[in-house]
Every structure is written in C-alpha cells, then in structure tokens.
C-alpha cells in the first residue's frame, strides 16, 4: 500500500478542480475494465468527474458494467484521448506496470503527459511513478483498488456500481476463486462486495455466459488439435488466421482457450499460439501451475511478461516456426 505521507499527497490531489484520467492496458481484460470503472465509480462517489481512456476495443463480455459505453477508446476517439491524457493532473495507471503494455499510441502520450501518476498494479517488474502501489502477491487489481478505498478510510462510500466492477476483476482474474494467489483476504473482500450490493449469480452469468455457438465451435477446433509435450507436463494449442476468419472472429472469442491446456491432469503449462487477425505476428498467452514461472519464461524468450503463473507475449515468425522455438526451448524448464 503507499505509504500514509503518499496517502495524504494523493488525498490532495484528487480534488474538482484537477482532471482525472483513469488507464489501462492494451487489449483490456476483466480485471482491467473492473479496476478502471470500479475506480472511476468511486471517485465519482468522491464528487469527481474522471475519464476512462482504453487504447482499443475490449471484448463484448464486459460491456454490462456500468457506465463502460463511457469509456473513450483511443483506438476510435484518438483526438479526445490525446487531449484528456494531455490535460490531464492526475492519471491513474491501472493493472499494468510500464507504459508501453498501453499500446504504442497512449503509451507515448502516457510519457509526455505532465500529470501526477499513480500506479495500482499486481505485475512483476513495475516501472518508477509517481506514487506506486505495486502487489505481485494479489490476484487482481480489483483488489488493491478496494484496499486503496479502504487506507482512504472510505469504504463506507463503496456502492452497487463500485462493487459489481471489482467483484468482476477479482472474479476474472482469479479464474473463478481457484488460482493460486487467491486468499482469505480476497474472500473478505470479495464478502464485502456482496454486502455492498454485487450479485455474483448477475455477474458471472453477464461475463461468463454468453458464449456464442461459433465461439464454441471455434474451440472445439482448437481442442481437436491439442498436443500435449515435455512427458505430458506442456500443452500446446493454437489457431490461424483463415479459422479466426471463418469462425466470424470477435474479440475476447479466445478468452479463457489456454486454461483448457492446464484442465489436463498432470500437466504443468499450458501455450496457446494465435496468428494475429491484421498483422503478421503470434500472440501467446501462458499459463501454469505451482511454481513453474511464465513470466520469466516469455521475458526470456516470447518478449513478453506478466505473473508467475499467467504470462502473454509476442513472437515475429510464423505460427509453425513459433511453435517449434517453444518446443525447443520449454525443455529447459524443471517442471519437478
Ligand atoms: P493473456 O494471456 O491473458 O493475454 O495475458 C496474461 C497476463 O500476461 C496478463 O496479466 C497480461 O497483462 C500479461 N501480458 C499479456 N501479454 C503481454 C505482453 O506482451 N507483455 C507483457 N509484459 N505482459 C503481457
Ligand atoms: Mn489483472
């Protein structure tokens, strides 16, 4: 948590007269949206007017939050968010640890930007801030933005609109409540969220079920042709451009495809391998069990990062090329 002095500094600075501007990562997540409009919602409750600024779209699943249609996507509104990141006092920079995990574009102007910045993160690795409150050890942003609440002394503030945005972070990020940094304290928050008025049956049913027929079908392709190596401790899944294309792609279809790799009893690490829809690149996502370190493994190799046990990355060859680097390379991890 940032220290009481840091408290204090950001207690003065979030006042009418600044402007106040909330960021997340590049292709928002549950946890991401969640954090922001959770944020947002408290500050709104505060007497502020902050802004949510995404660089690009973020998947249909998470659009029954309140307010999310508010949210300014750069990607579409490029001119309005420059100028709100530009004018900005004080940015918030929300379940990411360095600027560039924004995208190129808000990631520049996140650099020249004169505001104050205030990161509340759960990565490994975090960049230097303004004020840094920095937590590998939570499961989600949600959480940190509730204890955030909770050292202003304003949990008494935290409403249906707050609760139902964190709720839906801590929910996504943790996989349902089952992975590994999941604790107690999560589950005291998580409480204190449904006594504030989130309803986990409306939130979970509004994210996790609304599969379309063609996304489930585009897994079953994806599960037709799961190879597991490494002695049966590494899955491998993947998907090519012609299939996300004949498949009527939309984004966030993919979500949640890897963690049918790690569903396998023994397996350690699950990689799904995707072709970009536009541009020539693979986007991974790792996951694993216990302590074997995705995000060691995709700095080294997959210009990625992320947590221990989920990572992401980006690799410039081409899917089959890509694959067998993995294959060669995921050998030196010690999966005793
Ligand atoms: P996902 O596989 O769901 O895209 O990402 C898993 C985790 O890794 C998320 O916490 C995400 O923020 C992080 N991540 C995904 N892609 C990248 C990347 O290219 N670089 C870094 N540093 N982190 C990533
Ligand atoms: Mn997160």
């Known amino acids: 948590m940032f220290s009481s002095t840091e408290l204090e500094e950001i207690q003065k600075l979030l006042i ?4 106040i501007v909330i960021v997340t990562h590049y292709n928002p997540d549950g946890d ?9 919602h408290f500050l709104v409750a505060n007497g502020l007017s902050p802004e949510v600024v995404v660089s690009n779209d973020y998947p249909k699943f998470l659009k029954w939050m309140p307010e999310a249609k508010q949210i300014t996507i750069a990607d579409y509104k490029r001119k309005k968010a420059a100028e709100l990141i530009e004018n900005a006092d004080v940015i918030f920079l929300l379940d990411f640890n360095a600027t560039v995990r924004s995208g190129d574009r808000v990631g520049n102007w996140l650099q020249n930007a004169k505001a104050k910045k205030i990161l509340i993160d759960h990565h490994q690795q975090p960049d230097y801030f303004d004020y840094v409150y920095s937590d590998t050890t939570v499961p989600a942003t949600c959480q940190m933005v509730y204890h955030f609440i909770a050292a202003l002394g304003k949990e008494n503030l935290v409403n249906k609109n707050i609760a139902e945005c964190l709720y839906c972070g801590i929910m996504t990020d943790t996989g ?4 590994r940094s999941t604790s107690a304290t999560t589950h005291l928050v998580t409480a204190k969220l449904i006594e504030a008025g989130a309803d986990p049956a409306f939130i979970s049913t509004n994210t996790w079920d609304t599969n379309s027929v063609s996304r489930l079908h585009l897994l079953s392709l994806v599960l037709s042709r799961l190879e597991v190596v490494a002695d049966g401790k590494v899955a491998i899944l993947s998907l090519k451009r012609e299939e996300l294309k004949e498949f009527g792609f939309e984004k ?9 790799g790690l569903s396998i009893g023994g397996t350690k690490m699950a990689a799904f391998f995707m072709e970009d829809l536009f541009e020539d690149f693979i986007k991974i996502s790792f996951r694993s069990k216990d302590n074997v370190d995705c995000n060691a493994f995709s700095r080294k190799y997959f210009n990625g990062g992320g947590h221990i046990n989920a990572a992401g990355g980006k690799y410039m060859k081409s899917l089959e090329e890509t694959i067998n680097d993995f294959k060669e390379k995921v050998v030196e991890i010690n999966f005793d």
């Open 176 to 179: 349902g409540f089952r992975f």
């Open 16 to 19: 009418p007269t600044n402007n």
């Open 32 to 40: 991401a949206i969640g954090s922001s409009l959770g944020l947002k």
């Open 252 to 260: 966030g279809d993919t979500e949640g495809f890897v963690n049918y």
